[in-house]
């Protein structure tokens, strides 16, 4: 009688995992633990989550066989895939241990007293907002699910996280969780599956933000569950993203061929279904690269889609329909539910009619390629293409041409890749996952790299607080320094 | 035939400055300029947009003596008031002017290529989001008003702003705004009058951004406008604030009639129209200091109140009219509109039942009065309260007790005050003026103090750009250098 989670193996299509769902009960249960835990996982110091940060990596190591057979079961996504991307999970923990022992995130800012001037001793850092509701994704099952990115920075920041599992990988998501209950205190983690229990964490008093990586549709409703509660909270989510990619005449010319082929590569990686796959390519209209581009995708073959939902919106996409079919490759014959890889063309004088339909994402092995007449005609295009996370540009000049070129993709997109491709994101200091919207709902937020820790928190100023009542980050005299920017007392 | 914006006098309560409503047409106009400008507004040098905020401070000292005049006749705030808030003014574009100098606000953050690691060069930095709308505030005709301190970071960050000017200062407005038009690059300013105006601003294709200062109502109508476009952005809204101030046992025993009187002071300054008016006092319920804050009320003169729709509130305020009248002052005789101070009381045992009514904010010279009968009570008292800007507590043992008050408060405000009172906020490196809502909307922004302009950034990642191609502060050998951290090659 129990309501369960049915997962499915995407390989056959048959159902395969079967998880109860998360009752209201149990879920509020989750919250008011995290609720309980909040202020005592906020307190301790970042040593110690560091070193609690650490175990869970280390504990997903020792369990690394059978998570990643699990989740090659649940996703089809393959081994070695799946050992990269636990090795991208285990260092994200890592990362944000040492990023926390650092203080960077704190921001500590101190502005001395200055009585005279009526200024008073004020002393900011960020503390963490309290429980963090993450919703994992389908497409990453260990680095954007259960001790995923999301998790991982949320925990270091001192916030207590409860994860809505995804359906497609349940039994994935218990293997994690396990190992995430057994190394942190009471309350601090929590998982829920099933869509109720997703919503119902969101609408409880004690959540404070929420992450998500998913589409459009599924995150533009949990944004309104968000903001309708009596207390709205902050929704990070990572949507719907295009990742134009720009070939200019002189590489199309002189190395067309390799640039086909490496755009396919990308398209096609995990059989299409990264955040960051490009799905449009502007090239010259000279004829010669769109047919560059279909010889490399009629060679390509492809896999699985991870969920019957996303294999219903690849293969019957409402835009994509509408236009020309260029070229298809090959689904996996070896695999019943395997999709073929898929090019469309809009032809410049088409984009403007077609914008609506190329603009929506397709989750799978597709892309379109689309014609410019000049540097102009470019431009205008790209000056009307939605939000992304990333834009590309292939050049061997870089001269004026080029930089106009990104002059307009910096306002698309929050990553700018010169002769290089979207898929195979770095997680490090540097990186910026994130963009204007559809990309996500908040383009100063990234959740890739370090300043993913950012979601979490929030300043806080103490003014004319004794040394003894304030956070050893903010006392003058503390041995425990962590970087800290101090007014200058004569202000300039 | 045109549509005015009709200002009052508040000292008689009579019409007297009529400004035009901006059309429609001259409203698209103005945000369509704003389009056109933000590139070059964006890419001009730090150094230059630096002495362009600096000219509009001296042009804004130059026009003193008549901008305060005016700003007097619209507001009744005084002449010492208003010339304090035009210093802070100028000390504001001053202070952004430095800021941006330093570069601290880029965030630069660098990736050096590891490429045995796989990961490419990426160099990050924080971009200007593009044109914002800003929406000035009733109670600083300066400070938050045309070149307050939402325009000031804006500018500063690279935005170009179009400001949606108060109807009850509307010749103030036009004031300050044409020492902006005068010194700042066509597009770069506009200003608008009248509520379609606002409006049509947010909806404009070419708004990036909102920041607001104002009613809690007013607020969440422009954050539902914010949200309901086909491409949503961002609200920076600060709207109320009930700012609980907490009188420990101790000093309500051994100092309580300062207190008292102190508490006052800060509650009817400026007639208790500021975002920080306390409007919440905890006491211990010995019958002490209601009673000596009763005194401190009756011997209170205050003045007229800002606008008719503000007088209305304050003087049949829905809320206040369900709890005890503890004391009342004085309405200053010789102003016809001027209002009387007022304070409430609610004994602890009436603290649930009361909440809701106490908790509504109400502008002008009146507060609340609550009662606790042990350190526990107040403790749950003080953590069922909504999000504020900040809560003080007055104390003079620095033991667990206010360490625990502390740690309660610093859930439900974004700055801690010990012995000291809410108003008067320094405009400083390490202030935060921001909290969690209804406080503000977003508890991560500041519209005072340096981190304001984080509202109108956000970051881009470049990966794999030659030097040549990058913006200045992102190359390695640029000599103009900013603050920046740089991942260690081998990650820790």
Chains 1, 2 share one sequence.
């Not at 270091?156 to 995804?166: F, N, Q, R, S, Y």
């Not at 000049?397 to 770095?426: C, K």
């Amino acid at each position: 009688m129990t309501d369960v989670v049915v997962g499915f193996d995407p390989r056959t299509g048959r159902p395969r995992a079967r998880v109860p769902v998360t009752g209201i009960a149990e879920t509020e249960r989750l919250l008011d633990a995290a609720a309980g835990a909040a202020d005592a996982w906020a307190s301790t110091p970042r040593s110690d989550r560091a070193a609690l940060l650490r175990r869970v990596a280390d504990g997903l190591e020792r369990d690394a066989a059978r998570i990643v057979s699990t989740a090659d079961a649940e996703t089809a996504l393959g081994t070695p895939r799946l050992e990269g991307e636990l090795g991208r999970t285990t260092g994200q923990l890592r990362m944000f241990a040492s990023d926390i022992e650092s203080g960077h995130h704190l921001q500590v800012l101190l502005t001395p007293a200055d009585p005279e001037a009526g200024v008073p001793d004020l002393r900011r850092m960020r503390i963490p907002r309290g429980p963090v509701v993450v919703f994992a994704a389908s497409n990453f099952p260990l680095a954007f699910s259960v001790a995923g990115g999301d998790t991982a920075s949320a925990l270091a920041a001192g916030c207590p996280v409860v994860v809505k599992a995804h359906e497609n990988h349940p039994r994935t998501s218990e293997l994690v969780a396990a190992v995430l209950t057994s190394v942190l205190p009471d309350g601090v983690f929590g998982v829920c599956h099933g869509r109720q229990a997703g919503l119902r964490a969101v609408a409880h008093p004690a959540a404070t933000a929420v992450g998500f990586t998913g589409s459009l549709a599924g995150g533009l409703a949990l944004a309104e569950e968000c903001r309708r509660r009596p207390v709205p909270i902050p929704f990070f989510g990572e949507l719907a993203s295009l990742n134009p990619v720009v070939v200019m005449p002189d590489v199309a010319a002189a190395d067309g061929e390799r640039v086909a082929r490496e755009f396919v590569a990308s398209m096609t990686l995990g059989n299409g279904q990264f955040c960051t796959k490009p799905g449009l390519l502007f090239v010259p209209d000279d004829g010669l690269m769109p047919r560059l581009v279909a010889t490399a995708v009629r060679r390509a073959v492809t896999g699985p889609l991870l969920t019957p939902g996303i294999r219903e919106s690849y293969v019957g996409h409402e835009g994509h329909r509408r236009l020309t079919l260029l070229a298809t490759g090959t689904g996996d014959p070896e695999i019943p539910m395997a999709v073929a890889p898929e090019l469309r063309l809009v032809r410049s004088e088409d984009f403007d009619l077609s914008l609506a339909h190329l603009s929506a994402e397709r989750f799978g092995p597709a892309a379109v390629v689309a014609t410019y007449t000049s540097q102009q005609d470019l431009l205008d295009k790209l000056a009307r293409l939605p939000g992304s996370l990333t834009a590309a540009v292939h050049s061997i000049a870089t001269g004026s041409e080029v930089r106009s070129v990104a002059a307009v993709l910096q306002r698309r997109a929050g990553r700018l890749i010169l002769n290089g491709w979207p898929t195979g994101v770095a997680v490090r200091l540097a990186q910026h996952h994130g963009g204007p919207f559809p990309a996500t709902t908040d383009a100063a937020a990234t959740s890739v790299g370090s300043a993913a820790i950012d979601r979490w928190l929030v300043p806080m100023a103490f003014q004319g607080w004794p040394e003894e009542l304030l956070p050893p980050e903010l006392q003058h005299a503390n041995p425990m320094r962590v970087p800290r920017r101090v007014e200058p007392t004569v202000p300039s």
